[in-house]
């Protein structure tokens, strides 16, 4: 799916992601998460996972992987594992389209309920998950690098969440 996005001429496209962009999706990841950052062999494992419990999204511009989200699921349980969007592509929809591909996923796998942790101090990815419906149902103190808590949020899914969203 191509949608125009607000990465000056170049279109976003969201599409699921293939092994080829394991790269690009290892440096994006140091590059959010810094010393939080899954390593290589992690996101290995997310990737071998992939069409059995895992579904990731990639966001291109230009033929450039400027953001991608991680779904873990399992029964009626969608897990929203990352969303990461290039810092020059933040603020400009990026990470709602892919929350939103995540999310449509997960409803078309036929999870029920969708849960994501999100630093405290988090702002941005706060207000977009509240903007979805997403409510806090617990926190965790001092759970990230800098005794930042984490929110841990939850959003109950709808079939109608499964429309044209979910990538084909």
């Not at 400027?66 to 009626?76: D, M, R, T």
């Not at 941005?124 to 926190?139: P, V």
Request: aromatic share 6%.
């Amino acid at each position: 799916m191509t949608r125009p996005g607000g990465t000056g001429s170049a279109r976003l496209g969201i599409r699921p992601a293939v092994d080829s962009d394991f790269d690009a999706v290892v440096v994006l990841e140091l590059e959010t998460f810094g010393r939080a950052a899954w390593s290589p062999r992690v996101v290995d494992g997310e990737f071998a996972a992939l069409g059995s419990s895992r579904f990731i999204a990639v966001a291109e511009a230009g033929g450039e992987i400027v953001g991608y989200g991680v779904l873990s699921y399992v029964g009626e349980l969608a897990d929203i594992q990352r969303v990461a969007v290039k810092l020059p592509h933040r603020e400009r929809g990026v990470a709602t389209q892919l929350l939103d591909s995540l999310l449509a996923e997960a409803a078309r796998l036929g999870c029920e309920r969708a849960l994501l942790e999100v630093a405290a101090d988090n702002q941005a990815a706060s207000g977009l998950y509240a903007a979805r419906g997403f409510t806090e149902i617990a926190r965790r103190p001092r759970y990230y690098p800098g005794d930042v808590d984490a929110l841990v949020l939850e959003l109950t899914l709808t079939s109608s969440a499964a429309s044209d969203e979910a990538p084909s």
